[in-house]
């Protein structure tokens, strides 16, 4: 294994922009409508308890990947065979945020440049940016994560006159139902996500127990500033609009009075997709190494991004399904990946250390 | 990944030129090597002769000195290398007089009279002993005089170097305001003289090197002992010794031959010609390299924040040097950026202007027949070109061509309807900008890279910008220097070290020295040092030097 190291902030920055990721464009919660803010927080706690099972799996199984702690657990044959399926699962899931990112940036900015164009050229860039290392990605987005920070504060702040701070009434208009099934899907999209990091972890160069610490932190940071973005958005959009738009970042941030500020979104959406896809890349091409005893990982990322590139043309149809997938089938489909299988992984190895 | 193709593209025509099989200097320097004096002079002289040729400034005396002039010796010398003064009136004068009288007094025929001439006759201070062909030639082709003495295998090499140089001057390249006016010269004693004048610690080392086959380039070494970090001195030490080239003209070759990332274009290794530059890093923990012959010394490890850091910076109050620190960085990214700023929001973006800015752009460009992209790259390589041209030229043309080029070119262009006028003032503050930044090494680079992104904003409007941005900052995350990440304070993260790249803090405020540099000696200076003013009745109060923990 190569020997890089992250530090704490990397780590911490890491983990921020992989969360604001795709959630910049998309927003999961919407569909409880003007109580996606309480969808916010229970899914939030939900998500949180996700993270803390993560981190518990990789503290109890301290510098081994996921693959390892796979192998470890169900033994070689069987833990291989659902390493490949968390590969597959990796590679579509970077697959879904190139067509995201492409889909947003062929919509907003650049109606009639072929969508693979755009994500082609993203991905030579990540593929030079995750060949160089975990490292560079992780000091470039010390670099350019803070910007979200700062894009984030700019909007809301020049947004402060169109808000309507009664918006969010009346509380639970549809019942507790819809609610909660925004928050499940917030819970798996984006914060039961982070499933990937357990293959980045092994790299974090301070005790193991700073790990904690690091990951509650940025969990409860993103959830704080998404909580304040969804109530901007629901003060700014009113319910109807927050339910109904496709992207609502960018319809917020084309509502700034007196000036355009559309292009910030873009890079926001680059800074925040460019960790999520290079985090996902990095995760497929290093699980594959592993399960197939190749010595460095950087033989397999152009493979594997390629791979995800044409995953990502195909996959769908248009944005109405990728919005409808998001929303429907995702939170279902990570069931497996991001809730059963790290439960047992983390009950076994429980029992393991207790024996 | 372009490494991968560079590096495969390289070792594909290091081979095919290798497979060729030349290399007449080893010949050349073989009837050198492993070759010592001998006791007989004429041999030795002989020698000499079919070694050196009969070039007219070679200088060989012979002659016949003591009291009855018994003793053989010879006096070989390179004229213009020596000061003729200090041969004539002190080697010779020693030589021939003194040597007389002592031989009158105590018959020095038949003992070790070249000992005797080198312990109490010669009135130098540096005379040392040559063994071997190779040292004799190295001492008298740098300007020594040799002494050799029939009977004797071993010569003596007498320091009488001396030859016109220039004298030490204002640094062209990196003028101030405020602070010293002196600057390196060619020649490698002044330098380094320069440096000590400046560093009068005892732990300052200098290491003398030889590189070059043909060319032997003095080549020194300079750090304090104890600061430096030993590895990063012993990773100089390895990379000089490997180097195996015909000759060194200047720091250049150097440079390009001990770098860490010799495909990129971005430059890991930083050069000056300011003495208290390279003293300021020096004191850091830096290593200093001097070259022989050239004014520009090399400095590693070297962080790209060092580019925007002019030396006047220290030496103006700490809000002057802060500001336009600022300042400086501002131009840095408008000459990377602001032409394609321009392109893409001209081309991709026209709704972000505002309005009245949007009309009277494409009012001003309505005439122009071209695309915003091919207006931006006619007027930036007629820029290019005059820039060059500039600098090239007589000195008085100079400024002659630079105000043709500036101002009738510029106009003239506006007026024949090629370029649109928004887009001269962009290229004039771009090309303005690109001066303002101190290392020119980065504002060349920054002009190479501004092509490129000027190319992709054509192609993706403010996309493409970004993406360019972000490659550029991926590449550079992942350079080192001598084991220090080129970015350093800021990624990795270290806010201590951040005091000295955005802002410069006030002198009282750097305690420490930078943590990846100067790691081995961290604390430069004790805490507290900033000014205010005690009354009489309350002391001056002593603090105890704390350990300062991060």
Redesign the interface.
């Known amino acids: 294994m190569e020997n890089v190291k992250i530090s704490g902030i990397q780590l911490f920055l890491l983990i921020i922009g992989f969360l604001f990721g795709s959630t910049s464009i998309l927003t999961p919660v919407a569909s409880a409508k003007n109580d996606a803010w309480l969808a916010v927080i229970i899914g939030g706690l939900g998500g949180a308890c996700l993270v803390w099972m993560y981190v518990a799996i990789a503290v109890l199984n301290p510098s081994k990947t996921l693959v390892e702690i796979l192998r470890n657990r169900f033994g070689k044959y069987l833990g291989n065979a659902i390493a490949i399926l968390y590969i597959w699962y990796i590679v579509h899931f970077s697959a879904l945020t190139f067509r995201n990112f492409g889909e947003f940036i062929v919509t907003v900015t650049y109606p009639e440049t072929p969508m693979v164009v755009i994500i082609g050229i993203f991905a030579a860039l990540l593929v030079y940016a995750v060949n160089s290392g975990i490292e560079v990605v992780s000091r470039s987005s010390e670099l350019f994560v803070p910007l979200l920070f700062v894009i984030i504060i700019i909007i809301s702040l020049s947004l402060i006159t169109t808000h309507d701070f009664t918006a969010f009434l009346p509380l639970l208009e549809n019942g507790i139902k819809p609610v909660l099934h925004a928050a499940f899907e917030f819970a798996t999209f984006p914060l039961g996500e982070i499933f990937v990091f357990l293959m980045v972890f092994p790299h974090f160069n301070k005790k193991i127990n700073n790990l904690k610490k690091i990951a509650a932190f940025s969990v409860i940071i993103f959830i704080l500033l998404y909580l304040w973005s969804i109530f901007e958005y629901l003060f700014v959009l009113g319910k109807d609009l927050l339910y109904r738009a496709n992207f609502v970042p960018h319809i917020i941030a084309s509502l700034i009075p007196n000036s355009n500020l559309e292009p910030l979104i873009d890079i926001y959406l680059i800074i925040g997709g460019g960790v999520k896809i290079s985090i996902c890349i990095y995760a497929a091409a290093k699980a594959l190494s592993q399960v197939f005893g190749i010595s460095d990982y950087r033989k397999l990322v152009t493979a594997v991004t390629t791979f995800s590139v044409v995953l990502s043309v195909w996959v769908y149809e248009n944005l109405l399904e990728m919005v409808e997938f998001a929303q429907k089938v995702w939170p279902y489909y990570s069931i497996p990946f991001q809730i059963v299988i790290p439960l047992i992984l983390l009950l076994s190895s429980y029992r393991a250390k207790t024996d | 990944?372009?490494r991968k193709v560079f590096g495969k593209l390289f070792s594909r025509l290091v081979k095919i030129e290798s497979d060729k099989k030349c290399d007449p200097e080893t010949n050349l320097l073989k009837d050198i090597e492993n070759l010592d004096l001998t006791a007989d002079l004429k041999a030795n002289l002989h020698r000499i002769k079919q070694i050196l040729g009969d070039s007219p400034d070679v200088v060989i005396r012979t002659c016949r000195i003591g009291w009855k002039q018994e003793i053989c010796l010879a006096v070989i010398h390179i004229d213009g290398l020596v000061d003729k003064s200090l041969v004539n009136d002190d080697v010779m004068k020693a030589l021939m007089l003194e040597v007389q009288m002592v031989d009158r007094k105590e018959n020095l025929k038949g003992k070790h009279i070249l000992e005797s001439i080198r312990d109490s006759m010669l009135p130098i201070s540096d005379v040392k002993n040559v063994k071997s062909f190779a040292d004799f030639f190295d001492s008298v082709l740098s300007g020594d005089t040799a002494i050799l003495v029939d009977g004797s295998d071993v010569g003596l090499a007498v320091s009488t170097r001396g030859w016109k140089s220039r004298n030490v001057e204002e640094p062209a390249s990196e003028s101030v305001v405020r602070g010293p006016r002196d600057g390196f010269t060619e020649n490698l004693r002044d330098n380094t003289a320069l440096l000590r004048r400046r560093i009068k610690t005892p732990h300052l080392r200098v290491e003398a090197y030889k590189i070059g086959k043909l060319s032997r380039t003095d080549v020194e070494i300079v750090y304090i002992k104890g600061i430096a970090d030993e590895k990063v001195i012993e990773e100089v030490r390895r990379r000089l010794r490997r180097i195996d080239v015909d000759h060194i003209l200047e720091s250049g070759y150097i440079e390009e031959l001990i770098e860490d990332a010799p495909l990129s274009l971005f430059s890991t290794i930083y050069r000056t010609e300011r003495p208290d530059k390279l003293a300021g890093g020096i004191f850091e923990g830096r290593v200093g390299i001097l070259i022989d012959n050239t004014p520009f010394a090399l400095l590693v490890p070297s962080v790209f924040a060092e580019w925007i850091q002019a030396a006047e910076d220290y030496y103006e109050r700490y809000p002057i040097g802060s500001l336009i620190r600022l300042l400086r960085i501002g131009a840095l990214l408008s000459s990377l950026l602001l032409p394609s700023f321009y392109v893409a929001i001209t081309t991709?973006?026209q709704?972000?202007l505002?309005t009245v800015l949007l009309l009277s752009i494409s009012a001003a460009r309505e005439g122009v027949p071209f695309p915003a992209i091919v207006e931006a790259f006619l007027m930036e390589l007629s820029f290019e070109v005059l820039r060059e041209a500039g600098i090239r030229l007589p000195r008085p043309i100079g400024p002659a061509i630079s105000i043709i080029g500036g101002v009738i070119i510029g106009d003239a262009a506006v007026r024949a309807g090629l370029v649109g006028a928004p887009m001269v003032v962009v290229v004039a503050f771009t090309g303005i900008a690109s001066y303002a930044i101190s290392g020119y090494t980065a504002s060349i680079t920054m002009r190479f890279l501004r092509f490129g992104v000027m190319v992709l904003s054509a192609v993706?409007?403010?996309?493409?910008v970004?993406?360019a941005v972000?490659?550029i900052?991926?590449?550079m995350?992942?350079l080192r220097s001598f084991g220090v990440?080129y970015?350093s304070p800021?990624?990795?993260?270290n806010v201590r070290d951040l005091k000295d790249v955005f802002l410069r803090a006030p002198w009282w405020a750097m305690f420490k020295r930078p943590r990846l540099i100067g790691h081995n000696e961290p604390i430069r200076q004790d805490y507290f040092l900033m000014p205010r003013y005690f009354t009489d009745e309350e002391d001056e109060p002593v603090h105890e030097r704390r350990d300062h923990d991060d």
């Open positions: 990944m372009i991709y973006h709704e972000m505002p993706l409007g403010l996309y493409g970004m993406l972000i490659a900052t991926a590449h995350v992942s990440p970015l800021i990624a990795p993260f």
